[in-house]
């Protein structure tokens, strides 16, 4: 009996071992993923509405407003919206293009301006960072940037006018520099110079490797940058004379029929001149809106998946890291 008498303490010894500090009790447990099952819904059933109101009838709205449960869906909106395909698929072209190849570019440009001022044995790291920063603070304007673009540079009406303005960014020059100066080791840029590498070896084949969480990150918000920009189109690209293909892109193609329909919806004048010449006047308000969402959103949806894995981990660029 006496032997047996020790065993308890540290059987009691191994469970407070065990039980892990930071686990939450089963109420509180509850309570934190019933708030993120909440918030996770509240993110994702207004993109859930906005894909049913599309495939809704234009009459059931107007009677019932937005429902989850619509009454009659067709897909007139979206037969109305690729009426005119050919410019569909040749401004999703050119959104393609501009947001793959002004990405790419972009990543590169910034991260070739960021990583010589993250280095403090580079002499003028400072004039540079202030250059930079400046441009945070004080532009230009609208006038001398437009006359730059079109009377120096004669980029009017040309792709690259939609992928130049965009290539730098302040901003994620500051991040690139912060992460370069924070997570390359000197040590490892010494040691490759000792090695015999150079400096642009060193840079394509150790800190661009070193870097994927910040240029991952810096890529997904160019690329919705790029993707979503229709300021630029509106600003240089003109309109041709209706014989041609619009090189604009898919959000101001998508932004100037919106703002089509709105005109001939609120003006009688133009639909009865319509209806004389035989033309059809049922056009789809409301449910062509929420189909020009989908179209708008949905390939830059499938992007994010692929940067998911070092989103995260770049935000928290500079953060104290226990």
Sequence with gaps: ?????????????????????????????????????????ACVLPLLLVIIVSFTDENSILRNGYSFLPSHMTTFAYEFLFKDWHQLVHSFEISLFVTVVGTIISLFVMALYAYPI????????????FFMFFTMLFNGGLVPWYLVYTRMLHLKDNIWVLIIPLLVSAFFIMIMRTFFANTIP?????????????????????????????LATVALFQTLGYWNDWFLSMIFISMPDGTHLQNVNLQYLMYKTMLDIQFLT????????????????????????????????????????????????????????G
Excluded: C
């Excluded at 939450?24 to 996770?40: D, H, M, Q």
């Excluded at 000197?186 to 910040?214: C, H, M, N, Y």
């Excluded at 059809?280 to 949806?301: D, F, L, T």
């Excluded at 499938?302 to 981990?313: E, T, V, W």
């Design 266 to 321: 609120s003006n009688p004048t133009a639909l009865a001149a319509i209806a004389a010449a035989g033309g059809n006047v049922s056009i789809p308000q409301e449910s062509v809106r929420m189909a020009m969402a989908v179209v708008g959103i949905g390939p830059i949806a499938f992007a994010y998946p692929f940067f998911q894995k070092y989103f995260i981990q770049g935000l928290t660029v500079g953060a104290v890291k």
């Design 1 to 41: 009996m006496n032997e047996s008498l020790p065993t308890a303490p540290k059987a009691n010894r191994k469970e407070r071992k065990s039980k892990n500090p930071n686990a939450l009790s089963g109420p509180a447990n509850f309570l934190v993923n019933g708030f993120f099952w909440i918030y996770s819904a």
């Design 118 to 129: 993250s280095r403090p044995d580079f002499p003028h790291r400072n004039f540079f960072s």
């Design 186 to 214: 000197g040590a490892l840029i010494e040691s490759a110079k000792i090695d015999g590498a150079g400096e642009f070896r060193t840079f394509l084949q150790i800190v661009l490797p070193l870097s994927l969480p910040v």
